[in-house]
């Protein structure tokens, strides 16, 4: 799938802090970060519809979401810690709502 | 918050036989998608099918939305098909948040 690109594709991080990006070509409206770890469903973490941030689901503040345009997602994140070690997937719909999901092929961050 | 049941958690089949994996929810979903997950890989949508039958390929979901559950066929399974199938439930206006269940595991033998 390379309608949906994510970078880096592999980070590995001692306490540092990083983001991780995201961009779609499709011309859709709403995008999304998804956190899955090891042997778990994908869980979502943010919701933007149209550049607002609609859905902060319950993660740790050291997450911080940015979207600069309906295209754009980035994800920085501060003093990672070793229980944020998975994979970390955007994804995109035409709408908000009741719209198919796209997904990208994800960022795997390792935490020493 | 919406609950997603899938089963069975794991299916072992000989390469040539069918597959029927079942989705659960718990409550009403105007969204409902299918997707596969190779190991280490990305999610694949493979079918959009919030009611009704549909059909692509090998596959056919049956939804049935005021009984809340979904169903994936795989006819004539192959060894590619092995990997993991995830079932993702959206509700309706301001209770959405796409939810996924946790999966079958479907391993196909040659």
């Known amino acids: 799938n390379t309608k949906i690109t994510q970078s880096p594709r592999y980070l590995i991080l001692g306490r540092a802090n990083k983001s991780l990006e995201c961009e779609q070509h499709?011309?859709?409206?709403?995008m999304y970060w998804y956190k899955q770890s090891a042997e778990k469903p994908p869980e979502l973490m943010f919701l933007?519809?149209?550049?607002?941030?609609?859905r902060n689901e319950t993660v740790p503040s050291r997450f911080i979401p940015e979207c600069p345009d309906s295209s754009k997602l980035l994800l920085h994140i501060s003093a990672v810690d070793p229980e944020d070690s998975a994979v970390y997937f955007c994804?995109?719909?035409?709408?908000?709502?009741?719209?198919?999901?796209?997904f990208g092929h994800g960022t795997k961050l390792s935490v020493l | 918050g919406q609950q997603v049941q899938q089963s069975p958690a794991s299916l072992v089949l000989q390469e040539g036989e069918n597959a029927e994996l079942q989705c659960n929810f718990s409550?009403?979903?105007?969204?409902l998608q299918w997707f596969y997950q190779s190991p280490g890989g990305s999610l694949v949508s493979l079918l959009s099918?919030?009611?009704g039958t549909k059909h692509t390929g090998r596959l056919t979901s049956t939804t049935v939305t005021k009984e809340r559950r979904s169903s994936l066929h795989i006819s004539s399974s192959q060894t590619t098909d092995s990997g993991t199938y995830l079932c993702?439930?959206?509700?309706?206006?301001?209770?959405?948040?796409?939810?996924f269940g946790k999966g079958t595991s479907l391993v196909v033998h040659p």
């Open positions: 994804a995109s719909s035409q709408a908000q709502s009741n719209e198919r999901l796209f």
């Open positions: 499709l011309g859709h409206n709403a």
């Open positions: 933007y519809n149209l550049k607002q941030l609609i």
């Open positions: 409550s009403t979903a105007t969204q």
């Open positions: 099918n919030p009611s």
């Open positions: 993702a439930i959206a509700g309706a206006g301001g209770n959405y948040k796409p939810t």
